[in-house]
């Protein structure tokens, strides 16, 4: 029996995991958690469930990312996505501030455009309730439920699975997800032109790639939590800047205890990002080019320890989005000052280069008979000329050796999926 395309998606490590066919054909495509693909779709074994993955691909950004119709000016536009204006700030509102990723900027430009009447519900992930270790997709009507999903989520999660809901509904809605989360609702509003008006505004996060469920276990064993421990709350970040990763559970007699603390640096930079998936490591956009807005850590700024009351670096890739920002600065749920347009390279100095070495591993990829994503209107190649050799080299062997040591070739199952 043939493969249907999603699933095809899926074992050649090529999906995102960002649930938009999931959300587009929910009675045939569900998304499953699997500890160590991460969060994936599976399509159901039926000539429904076939014809649906087939629709489904239209919506599906994972194979194929387009920047032909950007708006590049410029070699900063061309390195970074469309870059309008740029600005470093942070939530006027205390408590989304203290407990934002940075600055709170995402959740105040939310809660304002909720406010102001611009959408009725803003679509975005939080901790789920019975598992804090998994992310669940929500669509939010006012502050308390916004206030839920503030602070990173470092953990697989699918905000595109609100798709369906979106549609089928009549309230405009904000999006706010990854790069990759966000360029697969641009695909979806192209293939389905009502939803152009019910999602008004993109926000992306910056994202270094999503750390699979094997991970937090490995994040929540450094912490401390037992395994008999009942897991009530586990923060990546936020309660400042860059803040503690910290877990919160409760033993069997019913005493809450709160974890020891690790840092950013080492919560992700010793634990998280190393069980990234492959498919984040061939990711040519970490600061979405596609969204209206996007914001991220102003590294250039960062702070001395952890406690920093936090800011935020914003960037405004659309005119909807400039005016968005510029509107929530002049009402006060925003206070920010405006920055360079390369302010973005200097706080994020290692994207760059990582974008540009996505050319080599893709190379790499099909020389070895992988199949790899295209990357439409984004000229990956003049960067990756300008790296050095090392780097060029390392772009290309470094991946023949990830393929082979992780058996890239192999296709991905899910576990649960029943196939």
Not at 12 to 33: D, K, Q, V
Request: net charge positive; with cysteine.
């Amino acid at each position: 029996m043939k493969t249907d395309p999603i699933t095809s998606m899926v074992s050649r490590n090529l999906c995102t995991g960002c649930g938009a066919c999931a959300g587009a054909f929910p009675t045939a495509i569900r998304m499953m958690e699997d500890p160590v693909n991460g969060r994936r779709p599976v399509v159901e074994q039926s000539n429904a469930g076939r014809m649906a993955s087939q629709a489904a691909t239209a919506v599906c950004a994972g194979a194929n990312t387009d920047w032909s119709d950007l708006d590049i000016t410029d070699q900063t536009d061309a390195d970074w996505g469309p870059i309008l204006a740029v600005w470093e700030g942070w939530a006027a509102d205390p408590e989304i501030r203290y407990k934002g990723s940075s600055g709170g900027a995402v959740t105040a430009l939310a809660h304002f455009a909720l406010r102001t009447g611009m959408v009725d519900g803003v679509a975005h992930v939080a901790a789920r309730e019975d598992d804090p270790r998994l992310n669940r997709a929500v669509i939010s009507r006012d502050r308390a439920s916004l206030l839920q999903g503030t602070g990173s989520r470092y953990a697989q999660a699918s905000p595109a699975e609100t798709l369906g809901q979106i549609a089928a509904e009549s309230d405009p809605v904000a999006f706010i997800g990854k790069p990759c989360d966000v360029a697969s609702v641009r695909r979806a509003v192209r293939a389905t032109p009502d939803l152009a008006t019910k999602i008004p505004l993109t926000i992306a996060i910056f994202c270094a790639g999503a750390p699979n469920l094997a991970a937090t276990e490995q994040l929540l064993d450094r912490l401390e939590v037992p395994k008999d421990g009942k897991l009530i709350d586990l923060r990546y970040r936020g309660k400042g800047w860059p803040g503690l990763m910290q877990a919160v559970w409760r033993d069997a007699d019913g005493t809450e205890h709160t974890s020891k603390g690790l840092s950013y640096a080492q919560g992700w930079g010793d634990i998280l990002q190393g069980e990234r998936r492959w498919r984040c490591r061939i990711c040519a956009d970490h600061t979405g080019a596609l969204a209206d807005i996007s914001v991220g850590d102003p590294w250039h700024a960062a702070p001395d320890g952890d406690q920093d009351p936090g800011r935020s670096l914003i960037v405004a890739r659309t005119p909807r989005g400039k005016a968005m920002i510029e509107a929530a600065i002049r009402a006060g749920a925003l206070v920010a000052e405006p920055r360079a347009r390369t302010t973005l390279e200097a706080a994020q100095p290692n994207l760059k280069n990582t974008h540009a070495a996505v050319w080599g591993r893709t190379v790499a990829m099909r020389v070895a008979g992988l199949k790899a994503p295209q990357l439409n209107g984004r000229h990956l190649f003049a960067q990756w000329r300008e790296l050095p050799f090392k780097q060029k080299l390392q772009s290309v062997m470094g991946t023949w050796k990830r393929i082979l040591r992780d058996r890239l070739w192999r296709r991905v199952f899910i576990s649960g999926a029943g196939q």
